[in-house]
Structure formats: structure tokens, C-alpha cells
């Protein structure tokens, strides 16, 4: 698992720019209270197919990106949920989210992922289940102003033969991704 993390510590500062049938998508959040309406954007890698308003709102999240049909199964989507500031830190998001991770699957792994996003601070963890389902997790933070957090996740069976192109393209996604605030578009990086 470690090589994994490494691994995608090396590529994330290479996914800028942007790849060959890659395409802008966002999502947008309404004013909520104090909290400012907001788009996060970002580049759709070719042939994924993106959602905030059918599958994304019946699964209860901000945004969905997927391959093919959908399939209802939360393997091969990459989730995009956004939420307010509650914890006083990126670090605290990534703690509660390994305790809760651990509380489920006690015999589960989580390894750290190193990432480097030139517009906010982001942190991640790479989860091997004892289900043979493992998880890449992405909390960032776009500043205290924007009012929220958010994180990008990605699930995948373990044995996975297209796993090593998933992480990549989940890579793309996340380092290309953009806060603004309002609801206007937002160009990605590499757009």
C-alpha cells in the first residue's frame, strides 16, 4: 500500500495540465446562512460522465463522476461532497474520517497520501479494506472565507486491473479542482 501513496505523491504535481478530451464540469452550492454559495470546478477526464442532480442527490452528495452506465454501486465513481466548517482543521476532517474508518473496519489499513494542490490545502488517506474494497479519500480546504470543506473520494476492488489508470485519472480530477465563491462558473486548472 505504501508504494500506492507514494506513488501518488509523485503524479499529482504532474496532472495540471490538462489531458486530450478532458472537459470543465462543476458543481455549485446555494447561500446557506453565513455560508456563501459556492462552485468547485474542475476537468472531467474522457468518457466520464458527470452528475450533481439525479444519481449525486439520490446518493446524498454534491457531485458524481462515473464511467459507462450507472450502476448504483459506489465502486468506480468519484464523489465530490462539500459540507460547512465545523472542525477546526484539515488535519481534524482527516482524523475523524480515519477514526470512523477504523470504527467500521477495524482490520482495515489507511496509509497517508501526499498531494500537491497549488490552489488550497488538501490532505489524503489511502484506505485497504478487509473487504477488499479500498478507498482514496481527499479532504481540502479552500479557507476559512469559503465557509466549507470538501473532499473527492474514489472506490475500487482491490484487484482492480484498471486500478493504476482510476488513481490517475482520480489524481487529475482532484488537483485540477477549484473553489469560487458564488455560483458562477469557475475555470479548472488546466481549462
Same mark, same amino acid.
Given at each position: 500500500?505504501?508504494?500506492?501513496?507514494?506513488?501518488?505523491?509523485?503524479?499529482?504535481?504532474?496532472?495540471?495540465?490538462?489531458?486530450?478530451?478532458?472537459?470543465?464540469?462543476?458543481?455549485?452550492? =446555494?447561500?446557506?446562512?453565513?455560508?456563501?454559495?459556492?462552485?468547485?470546478?474542475?476537468?472531467?477526464?474522457?468518457?466520464?460522465?458527470?452528475? %450533481? %442532480?439525479?444519481?449525486?442527490?439520490?446518493?446524498?452528495?454534491?457531485?458524481?463522476?462515473?464511467?459507462?452506465?450507472?450502476?448504483?454501486?459506489?465502486?468506480?465513481?468519484?464523489?465530490?461532497?462539500?459540507?460547512?466548517?465545523?472542525?477546526?482543521?484539515?488535519?481534524?476532517?482527516?482524523?475523524?474520517?480515519?477514526?470512523?474508518?477504523?470504527?467500521?473496519?477495524? =482490520?482495515?489499513? =489507511?496509509?497517508?497520501?501526499?498531494?500537491?494542490?497549488?490552489?488550497? =490545502? %488538501?490532505s489524503g488517506t489511502v484506505y485497504a479494506g478487509s473487504d477488499k474494497i479500498d478507498d482514496?479519500?481527499?479532504? %481540502?480546504?479552500?479557507?476559512?472565507?469559503?465557509?466549507?470543506?470538501?473532499?473527492?473520494?474514489?472506490?475500487?476492488?482491490?484487484?482492480?486491473?484498471g486500478k493504476r489508470a482510476l488513481l490517475d485519472a482520480f489524481m487529475r480530477v482532484v488537483?485540477?479542482?477549484?473553489?469560487?465563491?458564488?455560483?458562477?462558473?469557475?475555470?479548472?486548472?488546466?481549462?
Amino acid at each position: 500500500m505504501r508504494w500506492l501513496a507514494l506513488g501518488l505523491a509523485v503524479l499529482a504535481p504532474l496532472a495540471m495540465a490538462a489531458a486530450p478530451g478532458e472537459r470543465p464540469v462543476a458543481a455549485h452550492g =446555494a447561500r446557506d446562512g453565513t455560508i456563501p454559495a459556492w462552485t468547485i470546478a474542475t476537468l472531467a477526464p474522457a468518457g466520464w460522465t458527470d452528475d %450533481c %442532480c439525479t444519481y449525486a442527490a439520490a446518493i446524498g452528495v454534491n457531485f458524481v463522476l462515473y464511467q459507462g452506465e450507472w450502476t448504483g454501486k459506489p465502486q468506480r465513481v468519484m464523489v465530490l461532497n462539500v459540507w460547512p466548517r465545523k472542525l477546526p482543521s484539515l488535519a481534524a476532517e482527516v482524523q475523524a474520517d480515519r477514526k470512523h474508518y477504523r470504527e467500521l473496519d477495524p =482490520a482495515g489499513k =489507511a496509509d497517508d497520501l501526499v498531494l500537491h494542490h497549488r490552489g488550497m =490545502a %488538501c490532505s489524503g488517506t489511502v484506505y485497504a479494506g478487509s473487504d477488499k474494497i479500498d478507498d482514496v479519500v481527499v479532504f %481540502c480546504d479552500p479557507g476559512a472565507a469559503s465557509g466549507i470543506r470538501l473532499s473527492w473520494s474514489l472506490s475500487f476492488d482491490a484487484g482492480d486491473a484498471g486500478k493504476r489508470a482510476l488513481l490517475d485519472a482520480f489524481m487529475r480530477v482532484v488537483v485540477a479542482s477549484r473553489y469560487r465563491a458564488g455560483t458562477a462558473p469557475a475555470a479548472p486548472s488546466g481549462a
